[in-house]
């Protein structure tokens, strides 16, 4: 195995567009996901660097909940940066829509990883609405935990940076993710090992309400 050397932030930016390129960059524009939640794990310790991007919501054609996982870094331990593991969450699908007509039957708990967790829907509701309520109370349940993170990236890698909201570059096919001020914060911190270098200046646009497009396909 090669050694990994310190990064750059130039070096970041290459690696963050290559997956651009192939479609593997996180992007809450997606057609086939109903965005419900987000977050960005940033790790490093000056030479190894890693950030995982979770993308959680509803794919209707997968029939479930997912947490897709976009796996970043000099040191991870799967074959190439890009998508990581896709992590469904709800295991009672068949009780909360029976019929795949992706809505909610009403009156039935949403189990997730073994946990009934009530909803505050009424039968027939849009299941992406059921499953963006369950946000916040329970996003630590949705979201991926330390053994599911450490799939991919190195466990014992300190954390320098968690956000749960960012500005999300909106036009992934027309300008590279170099070129976003969110993106350059993050490679900065991850090559300097600074959390205080991430000062954005844009607001925060991850929440599901600024993609209306979004899981429409």
């Known amino acids: 195995m090669t050694t990994p050397t310190a990064p750059t932030t ?3 930016l290459e690696q963050f567009d290559l997956c ?7 992007d809450l524009q997606n057609g086939y996901y109903y965005p419900v939640d987000t977050r ?5 310790d000056g030479t190894r660097w890693a950030m995982v991007a979770e993308l959680l919501g509803y794919n209707p054609r997968a029939g479930n909940l997912t947490d897709v996982l976009h796996c970043f870094g000099n040191c991870l331990t799967r074959d190439k ?16 829509d029976p019929d795949g007509d992706e809505v909610y039957a009403g009156e039935v708990p949403v189990v997730v990883r ?16 059921v499953f963006r309520g369950l946000v916040p109370a329970h996003r630590e349940l949705l979201l991926a935990d330390a053994a599911e993170l450490g799939s991919a990236v190195p466990s014992d890698l300190p954390v320098l940076l968690c956000l749960d ?3 999300q570059p909106e036009h992934l096919g027309d300008v590279m993710p170099s070129g976003h001020e969110t993106v350059r914060l993050i490679a900065e911190v991850l090559s ?4 205080d270098r991430y000062r954005p200046t844009l607001p925060a646009n991850t929440h599901w309400s600024h993609w209306p497009d979004a899981g429409t396909l």
């Open 20 to 26: 651009a390129d192939t479609a593997e960059f996180p």
């Open 114 to 129: 073994g946990t009934p967790l009530t909803v505050d829907a009424d039968a027939g509701a849009p299941l992406e609405d």
């Open 165 to 167: 909201e960012w500005n």
């Open 192 to 195: 300097s090992g600074d959390p």
């Open 40 to 44: 960005i794990h940033l790790v490093g």
């Open 10 to 12: 130039a070096s970041i």
């Open 81 to 96: 940066p890009g998508f990581g593991d896709f992590l469904d969450r709800v295991d009672n699908m068949d009780d909360i």
